[in-house]
């Protein structure tokens, strides 16, 4: 999520971010030298940032994300529920306009995990991760039905309706997603374009 947009820190910032999230991490033990710090803007949280922290010295690597306030008076652990967006939403003051939307579908839905898994929003064929490349012609057909998010409404709410093209488990689904201001979210519409895709299962990433 957001690769485009992901920025490597500095030693002296990388060092800030360290001090702010080892205590959080404990008992897990961090080590700033063998570890990534690297952040992107959410401008949906205005004056916060998303970081990624990871060790590529443990197996599987530890990964985490925290959302931290310009001032570094906020360090606020990301977590996957939807329970612990609607609380950042909160803390983070949540602005929604049309041009941020976008950014903050996929924000909710990368670390929104139910029971089963995670909707994982698509720009195109390419954001899929396949256990094994599919004949090109599969390819195209697939890359043909895959839609980037594309906001049709604004209501006199403020609220935004938007379509999206989702991967769920193994299928490929379009479905309209409704957005209200205080950033909860409703899916409507779901419609299953291709099932039994070979893409890796992420039901238990982290």
Not at 19 to 45: G, H, M, Q, R, T
Not at 72 to 101: M, Q, W
Not at 113 to 119: A, I, K, L
Request: proline share 5%.
């Amino acid at each position: 999520m957001f690769q485009e947009l992901y920025e490597k820190l500095d030693k002296k910032r990388k060092s800030q971010i360290f001090e702010l999230i080892v205590k959080d991490l404990a008992p897990v033990v961090l080590d700033e030298e063998n570890c990534s710090i690297i952040s992107c803007p959410v401008d949906f949280y205005p004056e916060h940032a998303l970081y990624e922290i990871v060790d590529n010295n443990v197996m599987p690597p530890m990964r985490r994300f925290y959302v931290i306030s310009d001032d570094f008076k906020k360090v606020l652990p990301v977590e996957y529920s939807r329970e612990s967006i609607h609380a950042l939403n909160e803390d983070c003051g949540l602005y929604l306009t049309e041009d941020n939307i976008r950014s903050y579908l996929k924000f909710f839905f990368n670390f929104s995990r139910g029971r089963h898994g995670r909707f994982l929003v698509l720009d195109g064929v390419d954001d899929i991760q396949w256990q094994e490349d599919p004949p090109l012609a599969a390819r195209r057909a697939i890359s043909s039905m895959i839609t980037p998010i594309e906001l049709f409404n604004i209501d006199a709410d403020n609220n935004f309706a938007c379509s999206a093209c989702f991967v769920f488990k193994d299928s490929l689904i379009k479905a309209d997603v409704k957005i209200k201001q205080n950033g909860q979210i409703e899916i409507h519409n779901e419609e299953i374009l291709v099932e039994d895709m070979p893409i890796i299962d992420d039901s238990f990433a982290a």
